[in-house]
């Protein structure tokens, strides 16, 4: 059974920070690229961030780039995300996922919700203004 646990949301102001966590367990972590999605009430889940399974690239929505940083330690399991100079837009539950396939790369799969098979619960964020 493999289980995506994120934590680390909350209420902070704009120009605030805030780091996720997501913790997994279930499978060989190491293998699977990793991605954080966003989902704003009314709108539908969105791409935020994706690495690769070595940790080596890095894709981010162009809206988040140069203010958000994922990273991964594989030997914790955890994959982060690191948000600074939020904004209200930026207000949003966020999800983690795995990857379905072993050792993929590439923009435009990691960008696909449809790559990912497992997900987390969520942790909401609210950026005030």
């Known amino acids: 059974q493999v289980q995506l646990v994120e934590s680390g949301g909350g209420l902070v102001q704009a120009g605030g920070s805030l780091r996720l966590s997501c913790a997994a367990s279930g499978r060989s972590f190491s293998r699977h690229s990793m991605g954080w999605f966003r989902q704003a009430p009314g709108k539908e889940r969105e791409f935020v961030a994706a690495i690769d399974w070595s940790g080596v690239t890095t894709y981010y929505e162009a809206s988040v780039k140069g203010r958000f940083t994922i990273s991964r330690d594989n030997a914790k399991n955890t994959v982060y995300l690191q948000m600074n100079s939020l904004k209200p837009e930026d207000t949003a539950a966020y999800y983690c996922?795995?990857?379905?396939?072993?050792?993929?790369?590439?923009?435009?799969?990691?960008?696909?919700?449809?790559?990912?098979?497992?997900w987390g619960q969520g942790t909401q964020v609210t950026v005030s203004s």
């Open positions: 996922a795995t990857d379905r396939a072993i050792y993929r790369f590439g923009p435009t799969a990691l960008r696909d919700q449809a790559m990912y098979e497992y």
